[in-house]
């Protein structure tokens, strides 16, 4: 009988700490210096345009059923060179049903890759090349479109229509600048519906929809500037107004090594808040995957040593009393082990918080073994817990010749779900010996990630035959120039010097608002900060009451203040006045001052007021002359028509005075 025994083989001590992931570690220069981080973006962003890129479909997302479904297969082919491409070949062994569905509004023949593509939308480029001069891009003098291979399924041609606008860019960031290697206009991809087992459903209403995507040099030196310039490259894009706003209108790819690692893309990051957290995370991952590969070669494995062995145990455990494998049997599924060599403790590395590299080979069955129902493999430090008796563990350690020093393994499934699972797991354990290999990876919410696909080879690009050069004439970008807004870090330094804190600049500047805000304040006399209080608060404060502000044009918002200016209502009825004109959008503002009967009060007239309220204070059955009695007696009269503050001195001076 073989008794397994815990082994200790690793110094986890310095590796990843839980507890490390702290904010003070997220702004640790030093500590990612010495790691050696190497972190870059790719910013991904919709650009605000009636059609998609390469067709004349309209640009709307859907939220009823669709019109038709199509199912595809995606199939490797050899290249020119006579290779497969290995994300090809990961999509291929899942086996996957891709199943589109269609809206006749926003999928024509295009999408779905049997007719060639349309002229590239010109609407779409302008924007492009706005972006490119406020981002310093150097210009090209002609577009040309590559195609870049999409593997996923969430593109049916299997490639994504692109081309670069600008080359060599920059942007200032604290005391210095972030380069930025390219901007390419290009289509966007399927929205992900769902996938389940070997089932994927794709939306197609976000296809082809015109985007820019930002690509910076590694320049990024801890997870807390990656975030920052991650906002800054967003609200760069957004201070041109011709971009989409929401969720999944913009996307973040994070690149991230450390040294003797290698590129790890990090997947679509949604929200910005996720991505400081997220590049921890993975320098964390890092780490420990170059910690277990030194421990590896310390116990001799390398990726020429490495030994494995693989067996069906179903027959042994045909009457297991575990839950998990009681289902799987009665599913006609088989059970499969491999036993990993000189792997013990291996499994129970942890790797980020809350997981360890068994989460790395369980990621991996997940999505090419398409074993989704987690848990999808057990490891022997596991048996017990998991439902196997003693004489079951015995067993199959017997059939294996199992040492103390050995890892076993067991995967479950379907028959050629194991078999694929099985492969996966030799294939991932043997990249253990090796370092880091390099991925796509999903990232959560808390900054974890997961396994995604293999990272794309550096030859997914090649050119399409199918569009011609589009030229970029010095006339154009000219045109383009004369209608730019200003660089967002000098529209700063000027809202800073009207002496507006950094939340009204922060929001004011990449603002809608901004030039009718320039407007009044260049020509009114008003204070440029109560102009931005109502243009970036105010207004915002009554469409959360469910009043309708963005009605108001820019001309009616300038005709409000320049009543103001002319004192024809006092700044505290600015609200008042907003909200009757977002429910009367008939009225102008000088009939809604009319109407609201909110003329200006002057400090003679309020002085009247206080005092005929006081004088009622001889008749106890009238009203009981308190403080805030008068207040809201004299507020019936002055509300609105004055300042807040006056009515209250006034008020108080009269009564201690009475």
Known sequence: ML????????????VFDPLRMSDDLLENDTYYKELGLRCGLEIHQQLLTEKKLFCRCHTVLHRDE??????????????????????ALMEFKTKKNVIYQLYNDTVCTYEMDDTPPFHLNYEALDIALEIGLLLNYSIVDEIHISRKQYLDGSIPTGFQRTGIVGVEGWIPYKNRKIGLIQLGLE????????????????????????????????????????GEVARLIGRLLRSTGKVRRGLGSVRQDINVSITGSTRIELKGVSKLQYIPRAVAHEVGRQKALLAIRDELRLRGITEKTFQSEQKDVTSLLQHSRSKRLKEVLKNKGKIHGIVLRSFTGIFEFPTQVGKTFKDEIAGRVRVIACL????????????????????????????FDAKPTDTLVLVWGSEDDVETAIKEIKIRTVEATIGVPSETRQVFPDGSNDFERILPGPNRMYPDTDTPPTPISQKSLESIKRGMPEPLWDCEKRLAALGLPHSLITSLSISRNLKVFDRITETLKVK??????????TLK???????????????????IFQLLSEKKFSKEALPTVLAFLAEHPDKTPSEAVTELQIAPLSAEALQSVVDEVIARCSNPKTINCTSNVVMGEVMKVARNRIDGKVIHDIVKTKLSAH
């Not at 038709?68 to 290995?86: C, F, K, N, Q, W």
């Not at 129902?373 to 067993?395: C, Q, Y």
């Open 3 to 14: 008794l397994r025994k815990e082994t200790q083989y690793l110094d986890r001590s310095d």
């Open 66 to 87: 669709p019109g038709a479904v199509i199912l595809r297969h995606m199939r490797p082919t050899l290249s020119e060179l006579g290779e497969y491409d290995g994300t």
């Open 187 to 226: 289509e966007d991809a399927c929205r992900e519906i769902s996938d389940v087992g070997h089932q994927i459903i794709f939306k197609t209403d976000r296809l082809s929809i015109p985007l820019v995507e930002v690509v910076t040099h590694p320049d990024i030196q801890t997870p807390a500037e990656a």
């Open 372 to 399: 989704d129902v987690m848990p999808n493999i057990v490891s022997d430090a596991h048996f017990r817990e998991f439902g196997l008796s003693k004489k079951e563990i015995t067993s199959v350690e017997t059939l």
């Open 528 to 537: 440029p900060i109560l102009v931005a209080v109502t243009l970036e608060e």
């Open 541 to 559: 404060a009554l469409q959360r009451k469910g009043k309708h502000p963005e009605i108001l044009s820019d001309e009616t918002l300038y005709h």
